[in-house]
C-alpha cells in the first residue's frame, strides 16, 4: 500500500494510457491538490483530444494547471517546463504532478543543465536532417544518455552540440540541484502488463475517434506543420495523412494505434531504468482504494 502524505507533493509517471490522470483525479478529490501537467504535448493547444487532456467533466473536479496553455505552433522545453512549475512547488496547494514525459519529471528531481535555447535556423536545419545524421555527429557519452530512437531527443542533443560547441553530456555533468528532492516527495509510477495497456490504447484511440479526433485534425490542416512540436502528438500524422488522401481511416487508426504500443514501449524502457527508487503501482490488478492510504 501506497502512503500519501497530505503536505507532500505527489508525482505520478507511467506510460501513455495507464490511467495516470484517473489515479490523480482521485487522489485530489480525496485529499486536495492541485493537478499539474508533467506532459510533453499536453501542454499545446489545438490537440485537446489526441493527446488526452482532462475534459470538461474532469476540470469541473479539481483544479488543474500548465494544459493547453502553449500555442500549438510554438517551441517548448524541459527548461520552461520547470520554470512553470516551480511556483507549485511553493504554493499553500499541494500539487499532484502528473505525465508521461519521464525527462520532465527526471529534471524536476535531479536537476537540469541550463542550456542555452536553440536558435530557429539552426532547428530548421535540424529539421532535414536524418535521425541517422544526427547520430552520426553525436559522442559516445551523450548517446549513452539518450533514447537513440527518439528523434526529438537526438536533434535536441545535436542542436546542443552544434550551437555550443559542448555536449549535451559535458552539460549534463554541470547539473545544479533539483528543485525537488526525490525525498520530498511521493512518487509513483503506474507499471501495468503489455496486453492489458496495449488493449488501452487501442481502446482510448477509438474513443478519440468517437470524440471528434478527425474534426480536430481537420481544424489543424490549415496550419499543419510537421516541424512543429506539438505535432509530435501520437495519431497526429495519422490523421493528417487520412485528410490528405494518403491513409485510409482504418489505416490511420491502425497505424495510431502501432505508434503509440511503440511509444509506451520506450517509456516503460525508460521508467524500468529511472524510476527503480519509486513505488511502483499496477492498477490492472488493485483497485485504488485498496492501494492507497492517505495520511494526514
Known sequence: MIEIAAHKPVLIAGPTASGKSALALHIARTQGGVIVNADALQVFDGWRILTARPDDADLAQAPHALYGHIPFDAPYSTGEWLREVTPFLAAKERPIIVGGTGLNFHALTHGLADIPATDLALRTQGNMLSLQDLL?????????????????????????????????????????????????????????????????????????????????????LPHWDPSHQSAKAIGAPEMIAHLTGTLSLQDARDSAITASRQYAKRQRTWFRSKHKNWCHLDISSTSLSTALTFVS
Open 136 to 220: 552520426a555527429d553525436l559522442d559516445p557519452q551523450t548517446t549513452a544518455r539518450i533514447d537513440v530512437n527518439n528523434r526529438m531527443r537526438v536533434q535536441r542533443a545535436w542542436e546542443v552540440l552544434t550551437q555550443t560547441g559542448r555536449s549535451l553530456a559535458d552539460w549534463q555533468d554541470d547539473t545544479p540541484p533539483p528543485l525537488l528532492a526525490p525525498d520530498d516527495a511521493t512518487k509513483i509510477t503506474l507499471d501495468v502488463p503489455t496486453d492489458w495497456l496495449n488493449a488501452r490504447i487501442a481502446q482510448r484511440f477509438d474513443i478519440m475517434l468517437d470524440q471528434g479526433a478527425l474534426a480536430e485534425a481537420q481544424a489543424i
